[in-house]
């Protein structure tokens, strides 16, 4: 059994960087595969970033190729969400999940398929 709860959400300019935290209650928190995802008001929840469960893969959306940066300390049981350069359009709330058994380039359609999901965290990107 996993637990999420993320944090680091906020208000920042366009153009500005924030930090999200999603840390983790559980046992087999190494095992699983973190990532994050986003919806936006009226809008779908869309995929973000995904890392595998070492640390050592990560797949990002198109959207945010080159500005986003997931990592993860296992010994911490957290996932993080460097997000840099932020746009407007990025305004979402913005949920942690966790998964096994799924590649990380299916993330992006196959939300149904996370086994554990947080809360959320807003971001809100002024302009």
């Known amino acids: 059994q996993v637990q999420l709860v993320e944090s680091g959400g906020g208000l920042v300019q366009a153009g500005g960087s924030l930090k999200l935290s999603c840390a983790a209650s559980?046992?087999?928190?190494?095992?699983?595969?973190m990532g994050w995802f986003r919806q936006a008001p009226g809008k779908e929840r869309e995929f973000v970033a995904a890392?595998?469960?070492?640390?050592?893969?990560?797949y990002y959306a198109d959207s945010v190729k080159g500005r986003f940066t997931i990592s993860r300390d296992n010994a911490k049981n957290t996932v993080y969400l460097q997000m840099n350069r932020l746009k407007p359009e990025d305004t979402a709330v913005y949920y942690c999940?966790?998964?096994?058994?799924?590649?990380?380039?299916?993330?992006?359609?196959?939300?149904?398929?996370?086994?554990?999901w947080g809360k959320g965290t807003v971001v809100t990107v002024s302009s």
């Open positions: 999940a966790a998964t096994r058994g799924l590649l990380l380039s299916l993330w992006a359609t196959s939300k149904e398929g996370m086994q554990y």
């Open positions: 559980g046992r087999t928190f190494s095992t699983y595969d």
């Open positions: 890392i595998s469960s070492s640390g050592g893969i990560t």
